[in-house]
């Protein structure tokens, strides 16, 4: 991995999440993190929501930091469910792309509600307080996700960590998601001047074989890149993911997946200290000029 560190001094991290999903941090906030974490470059790419992008990009003009528009989509591919894809340069004003996002978000803050619910009723069952939504929502920006309730769960001294709220309550109280067909996020992320990224490739498979087959047919269906670089994979697997994107003509990317409640996660790192380089930043503007000359030539 030492290509990824040796290449350049400056560092960028292109998968970010804020208040405005389920991180801990407003996106001003994170914009503030991110230049005292020596970034140069940013994206926040929050679950069906891009109510943050606007408060970013004015943080990162005045302090420095490139913003670039973003978003992570939940989204089923075959038989697999829960695939992230993640969208980047996007036109987060378009209309078309924002109702159906609205659409995805109001899903989402029900379900979460009702995992809320469920978790109340284990927690009565335990001769416990339930928690209030308000209290959940302390941590969250627009609508809770998970990992807020886990800090709720944490700030109630009910867990001691995020991890132990998943485990006892979170993962055991779940409600089923809503997920895109990927065919149609990716052209949606597309039509809106975005490049599709796969998230954290790792997930859909640890058996290469497979994981191959499916990153050729998401190619097929305009698949943009990959995340190689996360923290997910272990370090032959990035390599490979790399590998693969170069022989697939698919961009490379790299983030933290930071939430900011992550036990021992930073942002701008990776798995043993590991920097995402900024030399990723052009292949993935040039990709996102074609795209607009693409549109324009419509």
């Not at 230049?35 to 943080?59: F, Q, Y």
């Not at 307080?129 to 709720?152: C, K, N, W």
């Not at 998401?218 to 943009?224: C, F, H, K, S, T």
């Amino acid at each position: 991995m030492n290509r990824m560190s040796s290449d350049t001094r400056q560092y960028i991290d292109l998968h970010l999440h804020s208040t405005c999903s389920d991180g801990a941090f407003s996106p001003a906030e994170l914009v503030e993190r991110a230049g005292k974490a020596g970034l140069t470059a940013i994206a926040i790419a929050d679950h069906d929501s891009v109510t943050g992008i606007s408060e970013a990009v004015t943080a990162g003009e005045i302090g420095g930091i490139k913003v670039i528009p973003a978003v992570e989509l939940s989204v089923q591919f075959g038989a697999w469910q829960d695939i992230h894809l993640l969208g980047y340069g996007i036109d987060y004003a378009d209309s078309g792309f924002l109702e159906r996002l609205n659409g995805f978000r109001q899903r989402r803050e029900r379900r979460n509600v009702e995992i809320l619910e469920r978790v109340n009723e284990r927690l009565t069952h335990e001769g416990r307080s339930g928690l209030e939504l308000s209290q959940v929502l302390a941590y969250a920006r627009d609508a809770i996700g998970r990992p807020h309730i886990a800090r709720a769960l944490i700030d109630r001294g009910y867990v001691k960590s995020v991890e132990d709220a998943f485990q006892r309550y979170l993962v055991p109280c779940n409600v089923p998601k809503a997920y895109w067909p990927i065919d149609d996020a990716i052209a949606g992320i597309r039509r809106v001047g975005g490049a599709a990224v796969l998230a954290h490739p790792t997930t859909i498979s640890t058996d290469r074989q497979e994981l191959r087959q499916a990153i050729r047919e998401l190619a097929d269906l305009g698949l943009d890149g990959v995340e190689a670089f996360n923290n997910l994979a272990q370090p032959d697997e990035m390599e490979f993911l790399r590998r693969l994107a170069g022989e697939l003509g698919l961009l490379v990317t790299g983030g933290s997946d930071f939430h900011g409640i992550e036990e021992g996660l930073e942002m701008g790192k990776g798995r043993g200290g590991m920097r995402f380089s900024a030399s990723l930043l052009a292949p993935l503007k040039k990709r996102l000029a074609e795209r607009q000359d693409q549109l324009l030539s419509l």
